[in-house]
């Protein structure tokens, strides 16, 4: 209780220094909740893309319906595979007519329906990657009256690469935000520490231990980390609302997200404060 009022009179008696403090950390936070911001809409994108990567199994015309239904039982008990689509060639046709209403005049004037029979291999989520879909696809070939099976081999190379490559990006630099937040609240408490340092220099002089001494500045750290962390909710959230409102679509994160930032910046002032505290101590 005495380390609690003591923190809070410290926000009392330099109002201004402990928001320049809060200022400071929330600003570094703001970076990071735009990244993470960014980070996530980019993971839905792609996982948005990722979920139209399917196996489209090309039928010869003289397949016999049990081949058909052979092939359909066996492709559906992979355990990779969601579910498995007949398309017979009339339902090519009416769906191409759909799809390509361009060629309206071009397929009312045939005679005869040149578009395949086929069965579509929706796979799983978890199991659309290059590897499953490739063996999937081996597998149907081994059937002879398999014409072809295709599912886009280099668009889902570079969707899995471009997702690694999001992946490791996101690592990388939200590690490197991370830091240079740390680094600027550890600075920022620092002026704070340094502001009380006759403060500390009698409480050492009367015998106040170590610990008894931190305690105060490492909760006044976790209050202003925490104060930082609701001052970049509060701007990644008036950027995410201008950004919807005028100029495109994009999603909110999730709830855990902001509460993580918000538990980070209350970490960060506690831990950066004890470090900044400790070096003050021993230089006394």
Request: avoid cysteine; charged fraction near 20%; proline fraction near 4%.
């Amino acid at each position: 209780m005495y380390a609690l009022r003591e923190a809070i009179a410290a926000f009392r008696r330099a109002p201004v220094l402990t928001g320049l403090s809060s200022a400071m950390v929330g600003l570094a936070l703001y970076v990071v909740g735009l990244f993470g911001l960014a980070a996530y809409n980019l993971q839905l994108a792609l996982s948005s893309v990722e979920e139209r990567v399917e196996v489209a199994v090309y039928l010869r015309d003289d397949a016999r319906q049990s081949e058909i239904d052979l092939l359909l039982t066996e492709l559906a008990a992979i355990p990779e595979v969601r579910s498995v689509r007949f398309i017979s060639k009339r339902d090519a046709m009416a769906r191409a007519q759909v799809e390509l209403p361009e060629f309206g005049e071009l397929f009312s004037d045939l005679e005869v329906n040149p578009l395949p029979q086929s069965l579509e291999v929706e796979l799983r989520p978890g199991s659309r990657n290059p590897e499953v879909v490739e063996r999937v696809s081996q597998s149907a070939l081994l059937y002879p009256f398999v014409e072809d099976a295709r599912y886009g081999r280099e668009w889902v190379d570079k969707l899995f690469t471009l997702r690694r490559i999001g992946a490791a990006t996101t690592a990388v630099l939200g590690s490197a935000f991370a830091l240079v937040a740390a680094l600027i609240i550890g600075t920022a408490l620092r002026i704070a520490i340094f502001a009380r340092r006759e403060e500390i220099y009698v409480m050492r002089l009367v015998g106040a231990t170590n610990g008894f001494i931190r305690r105060p500045f490492l909760l006044e750290g976790a209050m202003a980390g925490l104060l930082g962390g609701a001052i970049a909710w509060a701007l990644t959230y008036a950027t995410y609302r201008g950004v919807y409102a005028y100029l495109f679509e994009v999603a909110w994160m999730p709830d855990g997200w902001v509460a993580l930032g918000m538990l980070a910046g209350g970490l960060f002032g506690a831990f950066s404060s004890t470090l900044a505290i400790r070096r003050h101590l021993e230089a006394i």
